[in-house]
């Protein structure tokens, strides 16, 4: 459990902890479950930037753009960097390894700079409206947390790995899809109180998680369909997909 969560603490995050003493099967299930607990540095960060912003009454997209960077920083920007490799690798019109060979290559073209661009467009102008809110800054920290409960999809059994190598070899199929579903449901409980904390009806927050791990589930079943299966960089896609869908369903309600 310990080497699990330092496991965790040291993938989602830059903070940092001692290495666990080993990675196996285990470990990696533990760390995948506990994403959204090592992400706690992060959604505080990005809490603490949302207060500041709309005490000072920053423009909205000033403040959601600040939390974005907030997030950025505090994880080298990894996800952002897998979300424009996966959309490159994606949209190839090439044959399996071609694409691999791309998203590998670390160049980001036209189609992952787009994907990029809206992604993040989206995720400051929904964090930045949303910090506005009472007790919005609650709501920005929470959601970024609740976002990296992506993985429990993206590497629910019986996902393959893309690649016998790399982080999407180590952590794909790790988790049981009943532990999956349960960590889900103890995160969205998590959400139920921040929205309730901020005057939105708590039932709404399942949907919001629902509606996250559908579109997660997607993303996962066409890295499957023409990758064969997922990487670190589709699990990095997976985290930004999830935190555009939860902070546009939040801000909906």
Known sequence: MADGLLLAAG??????FPAPSTVDRGRARVAMLAAPIAAVPLGAAAALVSALGDRLSLPVLVTGALAVAAVALGTRALHLDGLADTV???SAPYDRERRLAIMKSGDVGPA???????VLLVQAAALGSLAGRDHGWLLVGTLVCVSRAAVLVACAAPVPAATPGGLGAAVAGSVPVFAAAGAATAYAGVLSLAFAAAGVPWWQAPLAVGVAAVAVALLVRRAV??????????IGAAIEVALVALGVVTLAT
């Open 225 to 234: 369909t023409l990758l064969g299966g997922i990487t670190g960089d589709v």
């Open 88 to 90: 490159d690798g994606l």
């Open 11 to 16: 993938t989602f995050s830059t903070v940092r």
């Open 112 to 118: 992952g700079a787009v994907g990029l661009t809206l």
